[in-house]
């Protein structure tokens, strides 16, 4: 099974959104 590179980056972009918002909610 091999993921495929913008399988990947799109899912490591929608964590790093997430993660941002996050951040944003705290500050």
């Known amino acids: ?3 495929k ?3 990947e ?3 490591r972009d929608r964590i ?3 993660i941002a918002e996050l951040r944003e ?3």
């Open 1 to 3: 099974k091999v993921l």
């Open 5 to 7: 590179p913008m399988v």
């Open 9 to 11: 980056k799109k899912r």
């Open 16 to 18: 790093n959104q997430s």
């Open 25 to 27: 909610l705290l500050l």
